[in-house]
């Protein structure tokens, strides 16, 4: 069979895989929008292979940078089953529809700009197949697959293949993007065993989680500088899926608890609300500590008395009159994008506000500007001078570190295990990981360049 990384390769946004058996049967696993690949126009609108010859697409989880491209590939021609968890199939609808409203408010006379439309996503909708964890599908009677939970969100599934050509027999995994252990809502993400070959993720091949504390008294800290001692603004960018809960769920037992005042919190994206939801109705896949958190008060995970859900212009509105000092948490996490930017637009200049940021920012974006201590930024058309105080935290981080990485490898590891591909990480992040692995694993790692083709 033929494995080719159409995304992301040395990058972590765009993900795209291909497997080609030698029957001709054709398996895509992921197909999301590349945010990095400025030189390539044309990167998300055309796809690098015949689209009319894939027979099933396998989805690892609802994030836009693995799921966003689905609907143009459906619009291309394709035909076969999406194979997702339930959990991610009813994120996608909303992502989706979220992702044609940016496009269509980008791309307001250029409508040939847009990928998609609200008629390629419903199509989308109608090719979903949802399997649970760990049950063994037959695709035909030469491929079956299974989903693991990866840890990374709700639903989040890393895939096992096994393979049977012509009596040979291998088994492949996709690690998809795996969580970071420990984390505050999601199960830890569980290894694939008797695997030939493993495609990771390395998004964070090269760093260690430096916060030594729990994600409430990080929250503790920056809620008391910023809007006890003085009358400021927390802006914390998050993506809607995942951190957003993270952090609304942290904030509500600290309320609860009496650990912090009652301060008011917006969750100003329009996907917070659908998320939340989802996260309650399938809060049996979540870990055992917030299932029991749940149970054990008032039945929901993210409701309390101060949060304010920004829904409509008309919440848009309340929000700009409120005064006091408060909690934002907005989209999109790297700050490209999304309502963050009108606050971020609003607030630069405003020495009493802090911008926390709690995610990983890819090189160019306005996240990573603000990090590299940029004192002008451009946003909304307009140069403005940074007099926000701009923080960064890893608590709430949704991916492992190198350690984290290492263990998940060693825990994949066996003789059988013949090759591990690096994708979804920065080029330096990759081969800092590869040198700090264990000779034996070290000596399986390939790093692949974008349409390379390897034979397995
Ligand atoms: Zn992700």
Redesign the pocket.
């Known amino acids: 069979m033929k494995y080719t990384c159409w995304g992301a390769a040395k990058q972590v946004t765009g993900s795209m895989h291909l497997l080609q058996l030698d029957s001709g049967y054709t398996i895509l696993i992921d197909c999301g929008i590349d945010y990095e690949d400025k030189t390539n126009k044309e990167i998300n609108a055309r796809f690098p292979f015949d689209v009319k010859q894939i027979d099933v697409l396998i989805l690892t ?1 609802a ?1 836009i ?2 799921s966003g491209n689905i609907p143009n590939l459906v619009k291309q021609g394709f035909k076969g089953e999406i194979i997702c968890t339930e959990p991610t199939a009813y994120l996608l609808e909303k992502l989706w529809i979220d992702s044609v409203n940016i496009q269509n408010s980008n791309n307001k006379r250029n409508k040939s700009a847009r990928l998609y439309g609200f008629k390629e996503v419903k199509a989308s909708n109608e090719q979903v197949f949802t399997l649970p964890f760990y049950e063994r599908f037959e695709l035909n009677k030469n491929v079956a697959i299974s989903l693991h939970e990866a840890g ?2 709700i639903g989040a599934a890393s895939v096992r293949l096994e393979i049977d050509e012509e009596g040979e027999k291998k088994v492949i995994g996709f690690t998809g ?1 795996l969580g970071n252990p420990g984390s505050k809502l999601i199960v830890n993400a569980v290894s694939m065993k008797n695997l030939d070959a493993l495609i990771s993720e390395t998004t964070y091949g090269n760093r260690h989680h430096q916060e030594k504390r729990t994600p409430e008294e990080v929250l503790i800290e920056h809620v008391t500088n910023t809007c006890i001692k003085q009358d400021g603004r927390l802006i914390i960018p998050a993506f809607s899926v995942g951190r957003t809960q993270a952090i609304l769920f942290t904030l509500k037992k600290l309320f609860n608890e009496g650990k912090l005042p009652s301060i008011r919190v917006f969750a100003d994206s329009p996907l917070a609300l659908a998320s939340n939801n989802i996260h309650n109705r399938y809060s049996h896949y979540l870990n055992s500590e917030t299932q029991d958190y749940k149970r054990d008060n008032d039945g929901s995970l993210f409701d309390f008395k101060s949060l304010y859900l920004v829904e409509d212009a008309n919440d848009i509105e309340d929000m700009e009159l409120y005064r006091d000092s408060c909690i934002i948490v907005s989209s999109a996490g790297m700050l490209e994008g999304g309502r963050i930017q009108h606050h971020i637009s609003d607030h630069i200049q405003n020495p009493l506000c802090t911008i926390l940021i709690a995610g990983f920012c890819s090189p160019g974006t306005l996240g990573a500007q603000l990090l590299m201590g940029q004192s002008t930024i451009r946003i909304k058309g307009k140069d403005k001078y940074v007099y926000a105080k701009v923080l960064q935290t890893d608590v709430f981080s949704a991916h492992p570190d190198t350690i984290g990485l290492q263990q998940y490898f060693e825990q994949s590891n066996s003789d059988k295990l013949k090759t591990i591909f690096f994708v979804h990480g920065e080029e330096m992040a990759m081969y800092d990981l590869k040198e700090v692995l264990t000779e034996d694993l070290r000596n399986k790692v390939i790093i692949p360049n974008r349409g390379e083709v390897f034979y397995l």
């Open positions: 989880h994030h940078d693995h990374h969100i993007d």
